[in-house]
């Protein structure tokens, strides 16, 4: 980790009792647990973004899928999901 540097920010009286009653039931202090939020939040933005990277650079090479395929696709996903939740 880096160099720490302080950052402050005003949370609304329920988002700060909801932060410090979960500090308290995962034995965390309420930094660590927005320490944490914070990583996750920049690591699943960082992820969406390679994410849609990927996409635009398949469509770049040419792979796509046509919208008929894809509606196939999903319709038969659609109802093996429906095979499983009625068995």
């Keep these: 980790m880096g160099k720490m540097m302080h950052f402050g920010t005003d949370i609304d009286e329920s988002t700060m009792l909801g932060i410090d009653r979960l500090a ?3 034995n965390q202090t309420p930094d660590a647990l ?3 939020a914070i990583a ?3 690591e699943d933005a960082a992820n969406e973004a390679a ?3 990927e996409g635009i650079d398949a469509v770049d090479r040419g792979e796509i899928i046509s919208h008929d395929v894809m ?3 999903i319709e038969t996903l659609i109802a093996m999901h429906r095979s499983r939740c009625t068995a």
């Design 24 to 26: 308290r039931s995962t």
């Design 34 to 36: 927005l320490q944490y």
């Design 40 to 42: 996750r939040l920049l």
């Design 51 to 53: 994410f849609i990277q």
């Design 71 to 73: 509606v196939a696709e």
